[in-house]
């Protein structure tokens, strides 16, 4: 069964320091996400992007943030000055439709800011 | 955010009974809902969906039940296996809005044999 895999599983940085999360979405999936779930907490929505642009974006995702598909497969978000708050498992997500369509998702980047 | 709640933390089921987990909402715009399950170290995995315009969804041995006029849904899973055991999370979108999911905070399910 096709999935979504993301590397790394785990990425520990520096506060300050930027991070790229990678993720390569399941092939005929049009819409891609991502959550994060910080410890303890729900897992929250950060991003979505379709044909080449953020669709909707919350509150958490701010200027720090920057999603991107370089090419036809992956699928990027990156983080410019990480502090320790971003400390989180990262999802990254894909659905063929924007609407009515469940979401698949990753094993998550854990991300370890220290 | 309190808008996707799932009361119970944890439901301890025997196997081959029944599981119920239950899952409120307070936003009357929700108009999808998912069951994710989710085991430690792996991301959320798809289970079953229900649109706003049925009460109920099946597919093997789960079936998902939406009562809207008490914002109310739960997902049944029979019989239970101790291969079921894992974190059961609800959640909810909205149109406008496509698939910005809005999560519940999971039940830890266990299925003793």
């Known amino acids: 069964e096709p999935e979504v895999t993301q590397t790394p599983s785990h990425q520990v940085t520096q506060m300050g320091q930027e991070v790229i999360l990678r993720c390569v979405p399941i092939s005929n999936h049009l819409y891609f996400y991502w959550y994060r779930q910080i410890l303890g907490q729900k897992v929250e929505f950060l991003v979505s992007f379709y044909n080449n642009e953020i669709s909707e974006k919350s509150e958490i995702f701010d200027d720090q943030f920057s999603v991107e598909r370089p090419d036809g497969s992956n699928f990027t978000l990156k983080i410019r000055s990480t502090k320790l708050e971003d400390s989180a498992m990262y999802f990254c997500?894909?659905?063929?439709?924007?609407?009515?369509?469940?979401?698949?998702f990753g094993n998550g980047t854990r991300l370890t800011v220290t | 955010d309190q808008q996707v709640k799932q009361n119970s933390p944890s439901l301890s089921v025997q196997e081959g009974r029944i599981s119920i987990l239950n899952c409120d909402y307070t936003n009357s715009m929700f108009d999808y809902f998912l069951w994710y399950k989710k085991y430690p170290a792996e991301g959320p995995t798809f289970l079953i969906s229900?649109?706003?315009?049925?009460d109920k969804n099946e597919d093997g041995r789960f079936t998902v039940f939406l009562n809207k006029s008490a914002k109310h849904l739960s997902l049944h899973i029979v019989p239970s296996q101790p291969g079921d055991s894992a974190v059961y999370f609800c959640?909810?979108?909205?149109?406008?809005?496509?698939?910005?999911?809005?999560f519940g905070a999971g039940t830890i399910l266990r299925v003793k044999s």
């Open positions: 229900i649109s706003s315009i049925k």
């Open positions: 959640a909810a979108s909205a149109e406008p809005g496509g698939n910005k999911l809005v």
């Open positions: 997500a894909s659905s063929e439709r924007t609407a009515n369509s469940p979401l698949h």
